[in-house]
T-cell receptor, first 111, second 115 residues
């Protein structure tokens, strides 16, 4: 079945860039998403990319998609302490609208 | 900005009891979903609902689970006889066809604790 994997933890210094990586197995993925979850809160959509795109930039966020390797990354420029959260990668495919989520990457930003 | 809301934020129940988790999706959305997240694990799809019927469900969504849209605004998840392993955070989501963002908007979740 479909699977989405992420590294569990990332620690960065404030002001540096963060790169969170994700791999997926479903070759029929149509959309790939990044969600942010702050403690005790729900899942907030950060950005998404359609599978025929290589890159998408949205302010401090840059999403890179390597469809051949089924690898997705989220780069956060000038990381701030408010960016500390769990970041989930998710994908959906053409024949279903359910989202398949990764394990989540806990980003810790230290001063 | 419109948002998905869920009540209660935390529900504690005894094993074997029935629980109903409530969600108010975004008002013009047509597709509704439930997901759950057991502590420390992935967010898992449970069920999707469209046009007053289930459109897809996962293996987790067995006969103990049911969903309903009893009126024009609420979307509920019922667990008939809760088990310890049903303890999780339950997220409701909704999606509007033709919306500018092709994705699901999530509520804040209900934490269900089964004792």
């Amino acid at each position: 079945g479909e699977d989405v994997e992420q590294s569990l933890f990332l620690s960065v210094r404030e002001g540096d860039s963060s790169v969170i990586n994700c791999t997926y197995t479903d070759s029929s993925s149509t959309y790939l998403y990044w969600y942010k979850q702050e403690p005790g809160a729900g899942l907030q959509l950060l950005t998404y990319i359609f599978s025929n795109m290589d890159m998408k930039q949205d302010q401090r966020l840059t999403v890179l998609l390597n469809k051949k390797d089924k690898h997705l990354s989220l780069r956060i420029a000038d990381t701030q302490t408010g960016d500390s959260a769990i970041y989930f990668c998710a994908e959906s495919s053409y024949n279903t609208d359910k989202l398949i989520f990764g394990t989540g990457t806990r980003l810790q930003v230290f001063p | 900005e419109p948002e998905v809301t869920q009540t209660p934020s935390h529900q504690v129940t005894q094993m074997g009891q029935e629980v109903i988790l409530r969600c108010v999706p975004i008002s013009n959305h047509l597709y509704f979903y439930w997901y759950r997240q057991i502590l420390g694990q992935k967010v898992e799809f449970l069920v999707s609902f469209y046009n007053n019927e289930i459109s897809e469900k996962s293996e987790i969504f067995d006969d103990q689970f049911s969903v309903e849209r009893p009126d024009g605004s609420n979307f509920t998840l019922k667990i008939r006889s809760t088990k310890l392993e049903d303890s999780a955070m339950y997220f409701c989501a909704s999606w509007g066809q033709g919306s500018s963002t092709d994705t699901q908007y999530f509520g804040p979740g209900t934490r269900l604790t089964v004792l």
